[in-house]
């Protein structure tokens, strides 16, 4: 079946820093991809998306582009903000109704 | 717009008590439905979802039993709940059809059996 795996965390990071956060998947067919972002005590909020191979997706700074020969859409920020800090995570719809989540990677960024 | 509400955001049952939690949706028909539960410093785990009124699916064999009543109501429950029912529940809404979806999450639910 579909699955996501993203690197476990927790990742530390100073301000200003870059940020990858790996994710890389297992699915049949050509699934969208998604990054949420959960924010502490808060519900999940989509980030950003791709739906298609070599898509980049955008938002608030942060960038995954959808890598189908590596099977990968690594998360990554140029310069990090303490307000960033949150659980980050990865997600595949291969076109129905069913979101598979990898299983979350918490980000620390210090002042 | 579309918005989606969740209550109670936080619950604290002891062991053995029935549970309820209820999600509604706004501006929106015929939404796809989703409850999920987040345990302590794991990842999301799809509880049931919900393609129409009356019609469940469940994902994980558990305590939990999920309802419709109504197009854009859905509820979550437990006659007897267990320790390990504690964490975060969220509830989750998409549109129909399309090639892709994308899922819209309210607040969440915290929830601790003790």
């Known amino acids: 079946g579909d699955s996501v795996t993203q690197m476990e965390g927790p990742v530390t990071l100073s301000e200003e820093a870059f940020l990858t956060i790996n994710c890389t998947y297992t699915a049949t067919g050509y699934p969208s991809l998604f990054w949420y972002v959960q924010y502490p005590g808060e519900g999940l909020q989509l980030l950003l998306k791709?739906?298609?191979?070599?898509d980049k997706g955008s938002n608030k700074g942060f960038e995954a582009t959808y890598r189908k020969e590596t099977t990968s859409f690594h998360l990554e920020k140029g310069s990090v903000q303490v307000s960033d800090s949150a659980v980050y995570f990865c997600?595949?719809?291969?076109?129905?109704?069913?979101?598979?989540f990898g299983g979350g990677t918490r980000l620390m960024v210090k002042p | 717009s579309q918005t989606i509400h969740q209550w109670p955001a936080t619950l604290v049952q002891p062991v053995g008590s029935p549970l309820s939690l209820e999600c509604t949706v706004e501006g929106t028909s015929n939404p796809n439905l989703y409850w999920y539960r987040q345990a302590a410093g794991r990842g999301l785990q799809l509880l049931f979802y919900?393609?129409?009124?009356?019609?469940i699916s469940s994902e994980v064999p558990q305590n939990l039993s999920a309802s419709r009543p109504q197009d854009r109501q859905f509820i979550l429950s437990s006659k007897k709940l267990l320790l390990s029912d504690s964490g975060f529940y969220l509830c989750?809404?998409?549109?129909?059809?399309?090639?892709?979806?994308?899922?819209?999450f309210g607040p969440g639910t915290r929830l601790t059996v003790t």
């Open positions: 997600a595949l719809t291969p076109g129905g109704n069913m979101l598979t």
């Open positions: 791709a739906t298609k191979a070599d």
């Open positions: 919900s393609v129409g009124i009356g019609q």
């Open positions: 989750a809404w998409s549109r129909r059809g399309g090639r892709w979806h994308e899922q819209y």
